[in-house]
């Protein structure tokens, strides 16, 4: 009995001994009682989702419609098992659908390709499944493909594979097949004596098995085989064989259509009644995914509202840490700020404190100490050694006192101005390996307040050795413009360059320094640098009321 005369849903066991037993009426040839039970298995087995049941229902309806001799149909759902069982991790299943599909590729619509696509598939799923007899025969099958389109350099390696594990893992089904294959291969490579074996054997082989289609197919490349050495006799009789063995099968698939004729006429109800049990699963799996789709998007709403608000109170409060953060480091940068300018205006005035006292206190005493020694030394008849040493001594340190005075506060930066001062100071660091290049727009003779030359030529200065240093430049230029009430500075070099993403600024009186200062005078530092494109510094600082 049936486990479908049952009232309530079949187990998967169940329906799984149901789908043995419509593979079973198909091999015997009842393919109207098999269609009807994969029928009723398919319904079940789409109730339950079970997609290696759906694949495998699908793949016996093909075999069903493939052996009556109605390829399309078997096509068709061959296709729609291969669409399930690659939901599935049933290796065996894969390889099954794979090479039905490949036999129906090459053998019904000789597209030969898409066939042989199939069959390397096929191939790698046998080898997953370690099914070695479904390996062989797929194999032969690639063999033989290729055989039909005169590829022989690339069946033979299959058929080796065939001829060396057939004897293991073959079937008495295929051997009439291999034996006529090897004659193929050996009758196009001209081997007569082993193209003869081969041929002749398959027949033999043929005549005592029930493989009439490979025996048939044997005669028919043997007459070509015989033409084409010549021996029309031979060929002729082969071919009468051929055709006679032919006759047989069709008037056998004759009485076949002939038991299938009322089978036929219900294929396409069948096949409408399949896709409407597909069509009522979709529709309810339909709803139940959109049931599911709104408690998941009312979940996920509720759960997001409350990430969210997570989210927004602690941006909130690192927000509000943030900016008090942001106050103290701007606090704190002006402090620092504020003191590195506190220490350089200190620094500043006292290098004019002591570079006025040197030049005009101890300059001048040392000079006027030196003037008295001198008319003492002349108005003695007799030259002092002593007294003559003391007098060299004291211009010696006359001359030191003066240049230190000079290098803390220029002399002509004093008494010309910073113009004067500058082009002094490009010109005494220009040599053969840097050239220091002034341009100003500006009269020589223009004075600013005292404070802010000093301010200006120790910020160039810096600015000079920076590229005296580290440019490997070999040639530098300071321009010095007016911008209405602005000085516009411009440093330009032709070394290396730098990074300025990657740029960090050295301690003491460097860059950072002179930003700071830039920064306290209210002005503006803009650096522009690449790599080996040399370096161009623009500094633009409010000119101070002569007030």
């Known amino acids: 009995m049936s486990v479908f005369s049952f009232k309530k849903t079949p187990s998967k066991e169940e329906i799984g001994l149901e789908l043995k037993s419509a593979i079973h009426l198909m091999r015997e040839g009842k393919y109207d009682q098999s269609l009807i039970k994969c029928r009723h298995i398919l319904r079940y087995a789409i109730f339950l989702n079970d997609y290696d049941l759906i694949a495998s229902t699908y793949n016996t309806i093909g075999g069903n419609f493939d052996l009556f001799s109605n390829p399309e149909k078997s096509f068709f759902y ?13 290796s065996k299943l894969k390889n099954l659908l794979h090479n039905n ?3 129906i590729y090459c053998f019904d619509k000789k597209e030969y390709k898409k066939g042989i696509n199939h069959y390397k598939k096929s191939l790698e799923y046998s080898a997953i499944a370690k099914d070695s007899s479904q390996l062989l025969l797929t194999n032969l099958n690639i063999a033989w493909a290729f055989f039909d389109i005169k590829e022989f350099d690339q069946g033979y390696p299959y058929l080796q594979f065939v001829n060396k594990y057939h004897e293991k893992h073959g079937s008495d089904m295929t051997i009439v097949a291999i034996n006529m294959l090897n004659a193929i291969y050996h009758a196009d490579k ?49 071919l009468l064989l051929y055709k006679t063995i032919t006759d047989q099968i069709n008037n056998e698939e004759k009485l076949n259509n002939a038991r299938t004729e009322g089978l036929n006429l219900e294929i396409e109800e069948y096949k409408r009644e399949v896709q409407k049990i597909e069509a009522q699963y979709k529709t309810q799996q339909e709803v139940l995914a959109q049931e599911k789709t709104m408690t998941r998007r009312k979940f996920f ?15 909130y409060i690192q927000n509000s840490r943030l900016i008090q953060k942001n106050r103290l480091n701007g606090l704190r940068n002006k402090l620092q700020q504020n003191i590195i300018n506190a220490t350089l205006t200190g620094q500043e005035m006292e290098r004019k404190k002591i570079a006025y006292f040197l030049h005009d206190n101890i300059s001048a005493l040392l000079s006027t100490a ?43 930066l004093v008494r010309f101005g910073l113009f004067y001062a500058v082009e002094d100071v490009c010109e005494k660091n220009s040599n053969s390996k840097l050239q220091v290049e002034y341009e100003s727009s500006i009269e020589k003779e223009k004075r600013f307040a005292d404070e802010f030359e000093i301010k200006i030529f120790f910020i160039i200065s810096e ?66 640098s690449k790599l080996d494109m040399g370096t161009i510094i623009t500094i633009e600082v409010p000119i101070p009321s002569e007030n």
Do not use: C, W
Not at 78 to 90: E, F, Q, R, S
Not at 302 to 313: E, K
Not at 375 to 401: G, R
């Open 101 to 103: 599909l490949g036999n």
């Open 78 to 90: 061959y296709n729609k098992g291969l669409m399930y069982a690659n939901k599935t991790k049933d």
């Open 190 to 238: 001209r081997e007569s004596s082993n193209a003869e074996y081969y041929f002749n054997k398959a027949i033999r082989l043929g005549k005592t098995s029930n493989e009439k289609f490979d025996l048939a197919l044997t005669h028919q490349e043997y007459a070509n085989y015989l033409k084409s050495i010549g021996n029309y006799k031979d060929a002729f009789e082969n």
């Open 370 to 412: 030196g003037i008295h020694l001198s008319i003492i030394n002349s108005k003695s008849d007799q030259k002092n050694e002593e007294l003559t040493k003391t007098i060299t001594i004291l211009n010696e340190v006359h001359e030191k006192v003066r240049d230190l005075s000079h290098e803390l506060i220029p002399a002509l």
């Open 463 to 528: 600015l000079i050795n920076n590229i005296i240093k580290h440019s490997n430049a070999s040639i530098a230029k300071i321009s010095i413009d007016l911008n209405q009430d602005q000085l516009q500075i411009k440093a330009f070099d032709n070394g290396k360059g730098f990074d300025t993403k990657q740029f960090n600024t050295a301690e003491g009186f460097g860059i950072n320094q002179i930003k700071s200062r830039i920064n306290g005078m209210n002005g503006k530092f803009i650096i522009d």
């Open 301 to 315: 709403a509720i759960i997001s509202i409350f990430l969210i608000s997570i989210v927004l109170f602690y941006l």
